[in-house]
């Protein structure tokens, strides 16, 4: 008996830590690999989010003018961001945070509400944790493949929308990506997804860029 309760804490103990360690750490611990080699300057404009930020194939390119750099992880919700950010955003302090997240969690099928939620803790913890970082919070993008919860993306980028401009001397700005990749349809224009959908082609990004580079 004494073993089975030992197994039974141990089974326990493992599914608490994996849980805590979050669904993405094999990408964590490589930006960790990647920081003990070169850790970016203080100062820098960070990038992060998910895959739309890990898979911006010409980022470097593109905002080479800039000291930027990019932690993004495939799959990434927001509510991991608080999670992770004392690994791969707090030890920075980049002096702007460029976030995309929500995404995700909307096609999980986590409701518009509880998903700005969990916005306004991210909100308050970065605000306690970097008070001298502007923040630039990037909307949900408008994916085809997703189009059956476009209702809930366009509450939730109107939410975080209202609570931004609400609020008196924010370090937040809101970044909309959704309206401008819609073509006069209400529909998202095409030629910017690749064949999934909802990854984006560099057509997809070109919008992004230009949304983007008045506050970088």
Request: aromatic share 16%; glycine share 6%.
């Amino acid at each position: 008996m004494k073993n089975y309760f030992l197994l039974l804490f141990t089974c326990c103990f493992l599914v608490t830590a994996n849980a805590q360690q979050g669904h993405h750490e094999k990408e964590i611990r490589a930006f960790e690999r990647q920081d003990s080699i070169s850790f970016p300057k203080k100062g820098q404009l960070l990038f992060t989010g998910s895959s739309s930020i890990r898979l911006w194939d010409d980022f470097e390119t593109r905002f080479r003018d800039y000291a930027t750099f990019r932690r993004g992880f495939g799959g990434g919700h927001l509510y991991e961001i608080p999670l992770y950010a004392s690994r791969i955003i707090f030890p920075y302090k980049p002096s702007k945070v460029f976030l995309y997240a929500g995404e995700n969690d909307i096609a999980s099928g986590i409701k518009a509400d509880s998903v700005f939620h969990t916005f306004k803790r991210v909100f308050a913890l970065m605000n306690d944790s970097l008070p001298a970082t502007q923040f630039y919070f990037i909307s949900a993008k408008p994916s085809p493949s997703r189009e059956k919860f476009s209702a809930e993306t366009i509450k939730f980028n109107n939410l975080v929308a209202r609570f931004i401009a609400s609020q008196k001397y924010s370090k937040w700005t809101f970044v909309d990506v959704f309206k401008p990749m819609l073509g006069k349809d209400g529909k998202p224009m095409p030629g910017l997804f690749k064949k999934d959908n909802l990854h984006m082609l560099s057509s997809g990004y070109d919008i992004w860029h230009k949304q983007l580079k008045p506050y970088m």
